[in-house]
């Protein structure tokens, strides 16, 4: 791996045959014919890490835990950044929580923007009026008028809830860590100011008591651990200001990896989150914002509010 890119080929077009070969044998279900493939593919290309890795997945694929756990482990030794993700699958593996790694993301979205657009229209997404329509409930519950001075989006994509709230911001700010997907929404011409980069790090940057309004759709899904994005989240809201997003959720407590490999909070979770952060809980909505597989995906749209 060098500076987090995947390389896209092994540099021996035998191997990279094999690896494509495997690569349709597991799309028809044939595993254990692809794991067998994929073994004789790194035993002729080792460095190769995404071999390596593709080889963890058939192995998952085929029942082979302690083989899959291995796979991925020598894909993590050769991609330290974790461009591949290697080291969720191996959480997934122990029934644990990992953060995923920037790189991961990054490469994810990087890879994804050209086709993002169309991708969720598929998913029926509707994160922009969720997020909308419990913004407007809560302003009106505030008795204050639905417009905010200063907004900042978080995990802003190619800025399709920004589209949404634009009228209703004075100046609006997106960050994403995805250059590609910043590039697309960069295009509407709806932003202010757009950077690339990871969104706790980018509010750990900015003035305290800065802006009335942050948001985050189908962004808090990438995030293991709340508490540093409410903390900040937090600090740069100016006293009164609203902070809504959505989440994944799940019946059980705490955090749980989902198999989408993006994160779910539990109800309670969240709320206690927002607590120790010091935010006023708003608005508290069991709504989806996404479908998987023609069902919708169990989800949390959420409203709350910094004090004085």
């Not at 942050?214 to 508490?227: H, K, N, Q, R």
Request: charged share 25%; proline share 4%.
């Amino acid at each position: 791996m060098a500076s987090g890119r995947l390389i896209l080929s092994s540099g021996d077009p035998t191997v990279d045959r094999r690896i494509e070969w495997a690569r349709a044998l597991m799309e028809e279900g044939g595993v254990a014919d692809a794991a067998e493939l994929l073994t004789e593919a790194v035993a002729r290309a080792g460095q190769y890490a995404p071999g390596w890795f593709l080889l963890g997945e058939a192995r998952e694929a085929a029942g082979d835990a302690p083989g899959a756990r291995a796979a991925f482990e020598a894909a993590l030794s050769l991609d330290p950044a974790d461009t591949l993700g290697a080291t969720l699958r191996l959480a997934r593996l122990e029934g644990e929580v990992a953060g995923m790694s920037e790189a991961y993301v990054r490469a994810l979205f990087d890879q994804y923007a050209d086709r993002f657009d169309a991708a969720l229209a598929r998913l029926d997404y509707r994160g922009p009026e969720v997020i909308e329509a419990v913004l407007a409930t809560a302003c009106e519950g505030l008795g204050r008028s639905f417009a905010f001075a200063h907004g900042l989006d978080l995990g802003c994509g190619t800025g399709l809830v920004g589209a949404r709230l634009v009228d209703r911001i004075g100046r609006m700010e997106g960050v994403d860590l995805s250059p590609n997907m910043v590039a697309h929404a960069r295009r509407r011409t709806i932003y202010d100011a757009l950077v690339a980069g990871e969104m706790v790090a980018f509010l750990r940057e900015r003035p305290a008591r800065e802006v009335d309004l942050i948001f985050a759709g189908d962004a808090f899904c990438y995030l293991d651990d709340l508490a540093p994005i409410l903390a900040e989240a937090r600090r740069v809201l100016e006293p009164g200001g609203l902070l809504a997003f959505t989440t994944e959720t799940h019946d059980g407590a705490g955090v749980k990896l989902r198999d989408t490999l993006r994160f779910a909070h539990a109800a309670d979770y969240v709320r206690d989150a927002l607590a120790d952060a010091g935010l006023s809980l708003l608005a508290f909505t069991d709504d989806w914002a996404r479908k998987e597989h023609n069902h919708p995906v169990p989800g949390l749209v959420v409203v709350a509010q910094r004090l004085g």
